[in-house]
């Protein structure tokens, strides 16, 4: 059974930046594509970017130039990191994994993290 794990600070001060990890459980970073997605308060889904079986990174035009995706094949687990966050990257963060290849077809998700950026 695949489960996914989102971990990290629920609090990220403005102009830092946001750290998050997902461990895969059940299933191998190698064999499909992971993605992370958000949902800001009252607002639908968002895709931030993805991470391949190759291990290249995707990201979505809005957040490419304040994001890197990584992997580590050792520990199962990608990473996210946003930098120089302001108050409108406050959202519920989700890891999901992809079946169908970077066509958003999700078929498991992790719980979410609440993020928050405040002073």
């Known amino acids: 059974q695949v489960q996914l794990q989102e971990s990290g600070p629920g609090l990220v001060k403005p102009s830092q930046t946001l750290s998050l990890t997902c461990t895969i459980s059940g299933g191998s970073i190698t064999t499909n594509y992971y993605y992370w997605i958000r949902q800001p308060p009252g607002k639908g889904l968002e895709w931030i970017g993805c991470i391949t079986f190759s291990g290249s990174a995707r990201y979505s035009p809005s957040v490419k130039s304040r994001t890197s995706i990584s992997r580590d094949t050792s520990k199962n687990q990608f990473t996210l990191q946003l930098i120089s966050v302001t108050p409108e990257d406050t959202a519920v963060y989700y890891c999901?994994?992809?079946?169908?290849?970077?066509?958003?077809?999700?078929?498991?998700w992790g719980q979410g993290t609440q993020v928050t950026v405040s002073s």
């Open positions: 999901a994994r992809d079946r169908t290849g970077g066509t958003f077809g999700f078929d498991h």
